[in-house]
């Protein structure tokens, strides 16, 4: 008999299986993905598909165009470039490698098994698992963790196929596609249209919505948008996809706009539109779980309406984001283990890894009116910033919003150099729940676009020193 069962090894899962363990939990840990020999992949999607080899293709193309396009003026001549896409998947293929190996070096170390199978929940001390060769085998747990995460969302109007592929195909082309269609202008569409992009594909982004990026802070989403066309995404918003078509070595996509029917040629497609939970056969019927849109539902701990079962990470409500999911499997893990374990879900931090970086933590303006608060807003540009000047990386601000009367961080939204890192600043400020004066007192190390920071909090009470000042 376990204490804790967990379904899934991504990081939700993976990480609650190594905190449960750590508390003193006998647990398993069932992953369905296998690896030729038959052993369970572990990771998940962010290790395997997601999280981690984007990133990966994100910086090599990043290099690679930076070389091309902007070193001549740092007076760095380079002779005829080439680009090895072979040898630039391979790196990103030996990360995922190194990573998710990894994990099975973490879970021998925290005394965690793992078995390979497809979990099931059949009572709520039951779990069978389904193996490779079509053999069942029940397990009796005390506790369940579902941690079966999520996968793309296949529409209608572009099935997935040789030529149109969801976000693990467009992780791993085997040439630049000269032209590239990507439908959906969210954060994958985003990252890996720049990714194609940079290393020579002509990228149509085909967004439904009028909006671009509406969960980000208006002023991002305007910026953002001028840079990425800039940068050469062609973005077409309130267009919406009506057929695709796959030919032998090409694609034809149709799209409704201001009530024009367009069709455009693409050599492959890559269709983001988001993620739905995998919570399909996940639960047998006789137990007593419900499902809101296919994700499980849970309480504010992440706890089923059977209290022993619990679900993590993508397949319950929230953002898709990894870092909600780990928090989540270890609240979880506590709480099974009789501890009083919260997550905060009102500071999630959101990034997307473009270039520049676009990153937030807390509430947006639009956020903080649809709640009638009264707040201020404290606002820095890069180009005021001697470091980002220096790196040339001089697009974007730091924008931080504050309560009016208590001075208290309510967001902080960054367009702009390193903005992922400065906003873990943010957040652990928030955490704490300082105020823009606490930063503004707080002394930052010159030269470094955290700067931008301190400056944005003084600019919050009309003191910034290396710009007009300029409140709400
Ligand atoms: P998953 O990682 O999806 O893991 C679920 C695991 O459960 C899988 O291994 C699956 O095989 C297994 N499983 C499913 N059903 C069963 C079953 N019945 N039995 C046994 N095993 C089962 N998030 C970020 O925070 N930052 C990023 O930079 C980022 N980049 C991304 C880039 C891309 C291209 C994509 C697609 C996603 C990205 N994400 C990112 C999102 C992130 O990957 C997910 O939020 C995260 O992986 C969710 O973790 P999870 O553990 O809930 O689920
Ligand atoms: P998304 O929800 O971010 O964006 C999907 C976009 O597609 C939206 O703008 C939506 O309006 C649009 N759309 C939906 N249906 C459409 C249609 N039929 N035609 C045209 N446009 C349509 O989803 P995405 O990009 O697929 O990513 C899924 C999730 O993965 C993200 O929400 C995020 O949680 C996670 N992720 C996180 C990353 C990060 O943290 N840096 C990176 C990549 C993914």
């Known amino acids: 008999m376990f204490d804790v069962v967990v379904i899934g090894s991504g990081p939700a899962g993976y990480v609650a299986a190594i905190k449960a363990s750590q508390l003193g939990l006998k647990t398993l ?8 020999k038959g052993n369970a992949n572990l990771g998940g999607t962010c290790l395997n598909v997601g999280c981690i080899p984007s990133k990966a293709l ?31 998947m391979k790196r990103k293929d030996d990360i995922v490698r190194k990573l998710t190996g990894g994990i099975s070096g973490l879970f021998s170390a925290n005394k965690v098994e793992s078995i390979s199978g497809r979990g099931k929940v059949i009572s709520s001390n039951k779990v069978e698992v389904t193996k490779n060769d079509n053999s069942t085998e029940n397990i009796e747990t005390k506790n369940i963790i579902i941690a079966t995460g999520s996968k793309p969302i296949e529409i209608p109007s572009a099935i997935f196929g040789k030529h149109i592929v969801d976000s693990t195909g467009a992780l791993s082309f085997d040439e630049v596609p000269k032209s590239l269609g990507v ?26 919505l009028d909006d671009f990026l509406p969960m980000a802070d208006k002023d991002i989403s305007k910026e953002s948008l001028k840079e990425f066309k800039k940068q050469g995404l062609d973005i077409q918003l309130s267009s919406k996809v009506t057929k695709s078509l796959e030919h032998k070595d090409f694609v034809t996509v149709t799209y409704e706009q201001d009530g024009k029917e367009i069709e455009k040629k693409f050599d492959k497609l890559i269709v983001a539109v988001g993620r739905s939970p995998n919570s399909k056969g996940v639960i047998d019927e006789g137990v007593n779980i419900s499902l809101n849109n296919g ?7 992440c706890q089923t309406s059977v209290s022993n079962i619990w679900a993590v990470g993508d397949v319950v409500r929230g953002p898709m984001l990894a870092h ?39 509430r947006n303006e639009n956020e903080l009116k649809a709640d009638n608060i009264d707040y201020k807003v404290g606002k820095f540009p890069f180009a005021a910033s001697g470091r980002a000047l220096a790196v040339d990386q001089s697009v974007g601000f730091v924008k931080v919003l504050s309560e009016n009367k208590t001075d208290t961080i309510l967001g902080v939204h960054v367009f702009g150099p390193a903005a992922a890192e400065i906003v873990q600043q943010a957040l652990i400020s928030m955490e704490f729940g300082a105020s823009s004066e ?31 000042n300029k409140g709400k």
């Open 58 to 88: 994100l910086d090599s193309s990043h290099r690679y165009y930076e070389a091309n396009k902007n070193l001549s003026e740092h007076g760095i001549k380079i002779g005829d470039l080439e680009l090895d896409l072979n040898s630039m």
């Open 29 to 36: 840990c069932i992953e369905e993905s296998s690896d030729a």
């Open 295 to 301: 994700f499980i539902e849970v309480n504010e701990f």
């Open 438 to 468: 606490d930063i503004a007192l707080t002394m930052f190390s010159h030269p470094t676009v955290s700067e931008a920071f301190h400056e944005a909090a003084l600019a919050s009470n009309n003191q910034a020193i290396h710009i007009g």
């Open 183 to 208: 439908v959906g202008a969210g954060i994958i569409g985003l990252e890996l249209g720049s990714v194609w992009s940079r290393l020579g594909s002509k990228v149509t982004v085909i967004e439904a």
């Open 324 to 362: 909600k999911g780990s928090e989540e499997g270890i609240m979880v893990a506590e709480r099974i283990a009789e501890k009083h374990a919260q997550v905060n879900y009102d500071l999630v931090p959101s990034v997307i890894y473009s270039h520049p970086e676009i990153a937030w933590v807390g």
